[in-house]
DNA sequence: TCATGGTGTAATTACAATGATTACAAGTTT
DNA sequence: AAACTTGTAATCATTGTAATTACACCATGA
């Protein structure tokens, strides 16, 4: 199992709609630098826009941010791209048996442990603003 | 998305052994308290076997566990039953236009975060021990 | 020794999520 | 009106999961 790569590409999309000052960032646009298809961006769109991150409008080519790169964490991405249900990073297995000790009490036990980690790791996603992934590519950029 | 429910069920398996002092922990035994398949125990019991937790022996009856409650982690269960691969609890969509800016660089500028909130996730599945899970259920169990 | 019951493992099935693709309605611009 | 864009639904191939069946192999006890 792996989170999927809509949460690395939602990244991308907002990293890129910032950086190309000079042009219009249209999903087309968009999917080449990706590589991939266009209605797979504009789903994405949807989400980020949902989340209000973007601002798009439709017929209109382009997207904007609709906060400051300072003002979008990675976790801000996370959640608008639907990567993680509330809670879920980790499975419980459904029904153990209830008339065994282990059966009827190892889901109390292990789901605060579960929540404590999977917050451990959108505490980390949180940390990290889109400014500073924008910045880390344009100083990688600059030093070629 | 969601980490597979084997994490979860193989804490279970390892509980009950721990916990079923006066039984003999069989596939079809634990399966009960699980409530699934002898069959989906039996394939989770060999990865935990192929880990060193526990010891289980061809046409013998139950499986013991291999090290004390204290000395397994919940992160050597999470290695064992094989539910996130090294490094990829995130996934970065393959193939990014390399003539872009921000797709030439956004793998490299992306995968440290994606690892540093991985391990911030694994570092609290390393610190917490079956022994700590099994005292937790039978409080609990006392406590009826 | 042989019947019984256990582990080890492969094959199959059903199901859900993902990502790519196509298609088209609806909005905007020139 | 023509060309281009977003928004969205439908379809398809692929993959991972979990359940199930089946059977080879091993150990034990009558």
Do not use: W
């Not at 809509?6 to 590589?35: K, M, Q, W, Y």
């Not at 439709?58 to 906060?67: E, F, R, T, V, Y």
């Amino acid at each position: 199992m792996s989170i999927s790569s809509r949460f690395s590409v939602g990244i991308h999309i907002l990293t890129l709609i910032e950086l190309n000052t000079d042009g219009v960032s249209s999903s087309e646009f968009i999917a080449s630098s990706v590589n991939t298809n266009p209605a797979v961006i504009r789903k994405l769109m949807g989400m980020l826009k949902k989340a209000n991150l973007i601002v798009v409008q439709p017929g209109i080519a382009g997207a904007k941010l609709a906060k400051k790169p300072s003002e979008i964490t990675l976790f801000d991405v996370y959640k608008a791209v639907n990567v993680v249900q509330e809670k879920e990073l980790f499975s419980l297995h459904e029904h153990p048996n209830p008339k065994c000790t282990v059966g009827k009490n190892i889901q109390n036990t292990i789901e605060p442990i579960f929540l404590t980690a999977q917050n451990a790791m959108e505490q980390v996603l949180k940390g990290v603003t889109l400014e500073a992934v924008v910045k880390d590519i344009s100083l990688k950029e600059s030093l070629i």
